[in-house]
């Protein structure tokens, strides 16, 4: 059974909106319809409808007679999401130390070699990509992809600040140290060292803000 063609209007919206995570349209970035109609050679009509989207999910702002932007980084929609995740990335990984395919712990191991080579070459897009997958093996491996969905709509937010941060500080040890770690709890069935990694891995956010906020100041809003 064939899936269906995604539409004119989603294929804008997700390349807008990865474009807008990854900061290759930073926040306070104009744009237009007449400009991403001309880019994507498509009408105005599925780029309007892509910007609605982008706006309800607080990534563009429309102002009326004057203009789009990209929004500024909002540290409340940040922190929620965070919030979020870990509570959720703390249970996902304790299911995990219960039980977890080895198919899936050869993806994981395998996402770690590929995360090694990201580190050498310094490309933080590659390695904001293999962290992302990482994690969504996990959900996979413990057969909640659905949850791992639904979790997305809101780590637009934080993830801005996840790939600035992997930008901003190309010493990504840590984050990969981490990752080990957890295969190692999961291996070894260690819950309560899986769920303490899991919870400082995400607090890395928290801890990066300030720094953030310093060196880009006019990425975010209410600084």
Not at 119 to 132: G, S
Not at 204 to 216: N, R
């Amino acid at each position: 059974m064939k899936a269906n063609p995604i539409s004119t209007r989603d294929a804008i919206y997700y390349s807008l909106r990865d474009e807008i995570v990854l900061l290759a349209l930073p926040p306070g970035t104009a744009i237009s319809e007449k400009e991403m109609s001309i880019k994507f050679n498509v009408s105005r009509t599925p780029v309007r409808e892509s910007f609605v989207r982008l706006s309800q999910e607080g990534l563009l702002e429309i102002y009326p007679q004057r203009g789009t932007v990209v929004s500024l980084i909002d540290l409340e929609l940040v922190e929620e999401a965070r919030f979020m995740r870990e509570q959720l990335e703390k249970s996902i990984i304790q299911l995990a130390c219960v039980s977890f395919p080895p198919e899936q712990l050869v993806v994981l191991k395998s996402n770690l070699a590929m995360q090694q080579l990201s580190m050498q070459e310094q490309n933080h897009i590659k390695m904001f990509e293999l962290d992302e997958a990482f994690h969504r093996t996990l959900f996979e491996g413990c057969k909640k992809l659905n949850t791992w969905t639904i979790m997305q709509q809101m780590n637009v937010h934080l993830n801005r600040t996840r790939t600035l941060r992997l930008a901003a500080d190309q010493h990504w040890d840590q984050l990969y140290t981490q990752h080990l770690q957890m295969i190692q709890a999961i291996e070894e069935h260690d819950t309560k060292q899986a769920e303490q990694l899991m919870s400082d891995h995400l607090h890395l956010t928290i801890t990066d803000q300030a720094l953030l906020q310093e060196k880009y100041p006019a990425y975010f809003k209410n600084v």
